[in-house]
């Protein structure tokens, strides 16, 4: 599986960041929005692994999204929001508009562990 959502392209004259990325299955779906700001569409996927900058994910193939969309991992009631950098066949790699907390992704990987994934 690509890592390439964990390379952050750089800008001119600034050095590209990598993040540590931890390998999580976990079910989440993905949220198109509409006009109005209104949540359009709902689309299940499976998180793959994540960094604090991005994701891979496993999401069918014949789907088209549009350039951002947000994100939301069950278990969580939070909604990420992201922009689609690589997508190969189901493999499709995004990059949060923000960086992650840690304290999310420590129990984004806490929950993972107690129900025993990792």
Same mark, same amino acid.
């Given at each position: 599986m690509s890592m390439i959502m964990h390379v952050a392209l750089a800008?001119?004259?600034?050095?590209a960041a990598v993040y540590q990325h931890y390998f999580i299955e976990r079910p989440c779906r993905i949220l198109v929005i509409g006009k109005q700001l209104k949540a359009k569409t709902k689309y299940q996927c @499976? @998180?793959?692994h994540i960094s604090i900058s991005g994701a891979m994910l496993d %999401?069918? =193939? =014949?789907?088209?999204l549009p350039k951002?969309? %947000?994100l939301e991992?069950?278990?969580f009631k939070e909604e990420i929001g992201c922009a689609e950098v690589h997508r190969s066949g189901t493999e499709l790699g995004v990059r949060f508009n923000m960086l992650l907390a840690q304290d999310f992704l420590r129990?984004?990987?806490r929950l993972q562990f107690s129900s025993?994934? @990792?």
């Open positions: 800008k001119p004259g600034q050095a @499976l @998180l793959r %999401f069918n =193939a =014949a789907i088209m951002h969309f %947000f991992i069950d278990g129990r984004l990987i025993g994934g @990792l």
